[in-house]
């Protein structure tokens, strides 16, 4: 299936994207840089990230899509990442589970206040009660 011509997203070049978003060369490169990284951790599997980015090259959001994806412990090493929020090590996203509960908990509340303020206002949203329509209105307008 031919794609639609694009530019690389890596490198500029111009190509026919078939989804990726990157040229058949950038790909080659990309591969080959994810071996080195997945071969230097078979090797060294105490580094920390910060020791892989130096020693390979590769960026941080690299390692950490390899780490997501299972790649180091396809190789018997087991990997993690800090927590954007509290550093706790994690294997996926940006933040523990921790933290999405808090956060989770945090915009729970705050909806439950914004629902009681309008409840407070009459239940029209705000205040004044302009803005929102009630069923009666929208049926009067029939």
Do not use: W
């Amino acid at each position: 299936m031919a794609g639609k011509l694009a530019n690389c997203s890596v490198c500029g070049k111009l190509f026919s994207d078939t989804g990726r978003g990157i040229c058949y060369d950038c790909q080659i490169k990309m591969q080959d840089k994810e071996k080195e990284v997945v071969e230097y951790v078979r090797h060294n599997p105490m580094s920390k990230i910060p020791e892989i980015v130096e020693a390979t090259g590769a960026s941080e959001t690299l390692i950490k899509r390899l780490i997501r994806e299972g790649r180091f412990e396809q190789v018997g090493v087991k990997m993690s990442y800090p927590c954007e929020k509290c550093g706790a090590p994690i294997i996926m996203g940006k933040i523990c589970q921790a933290c999405q509960d808090k956060v989770r908990a945090e915009l729970q509340a705050t909806q439950a206040k914004i629902v009681a303020a309008k409840q407070m206002a009459g239940g029209h949203g705000n205040a004044h009660g302009r803005g929102l329509f009630t069923t009666k209105s929208i049926q009067e307008s029939r």
